[in-house]
């Protein structure tokens, strides 16, 4: 499938890289690996699609915990990057 049929590329003058993030991924022991990106929906709420999240979970968490148990915490971070502004925080 050649993608370049249908897809263009977006430059930071877009509109849409005022409200994207790219996600990246990090405990502390792994390499940092960018997994995923999402949007800004509201002040300090980014959106991102659950098969990013399960990006994370499968690369950075434990096999023998269940990710979709009530209750359970994980030992890695989301980092998000604002793409406009080179801006960064923590996911919580």
């Known amino acids: 499938m050649n993608t370049n049929e249908y897809l263009k590329p977006t430059g930071l003058d877009s509109p849409v890289t005022a ?26 709420l980014i959106m991102t699609a659950r098969h990013v999240v399960e990006g994370f979970w499968d690369y950075y968490g434990d096999p023998k915990v269940d990710r979709l148990a009530r209750g359970e915490t994980s030992n890695w971070k989301i980092v998000l990057i604002e793409q406009a502004t080179g801006v960064y925080g923590t996911a919580v």
């Open 19 to 44: 409200v994207s993030v790219l996600l990246i991924g990090r405990d502390g022991k792994s390499p940092t690996k960018a997994i995923g990106s999402g949007v800004f929906v509201s002040t300090g």
